[in-house]
């Protein structure tokens, strides 16, 4: 009886041991996986990143930018930055109404860009 009992004992705790092996094995091989994946989303979105760092300095391009500048002046009748274009920040206009009315609405005194008609 005693030995029945014992032979019992570790033929559970065997297969108990060996269940727990196998669900282990695979958790770890999940993780692994999952690690992977990870690694590659991140690669991918590194050279995602750098493509598009490449694009950025491509159209910010000075000289590029000064042809299209050129190109479209008529236009777009753009004028080099001076420093009478800027106003402190004491000069500005709070006017609560003025933050309620469409931009569109406010016409030539909201952008202060005078055109010809």
Do not use: C
């Amino acid at each position: 009886m005693v030995r029945f009992l014992l032979f019992a004992i570790v033929m559970i705790s065997t297969f108990g041991l060996g269940s727990w092996a196998y669900k282990i094995n695979y958790e770890s091989r999940a993780a692994s996986q999952r690690v992977k994946n990870l690694e590659k989303s991140i690669l991918s979105a590194k050279k995602e990143s750098k493509i598009l760092e490449a694009e950025w300095a491509h159209l910010n391009n000075p000289d590029r930018l000064r042809k299209l500048v050129e190109y479209y002046f008529m236009e777009l009748r753009l004028t080099p930055i001076n420093p009478d274009d800027f106003i402190s920040f004491s000069e500005i206009h709070w006017d609560k109404d003025v933050e309620k009315t469409p931009a569109a609405s406010l016409g030539k005194s909201f952008s202060g860009i005078g055109y010809d008609k």
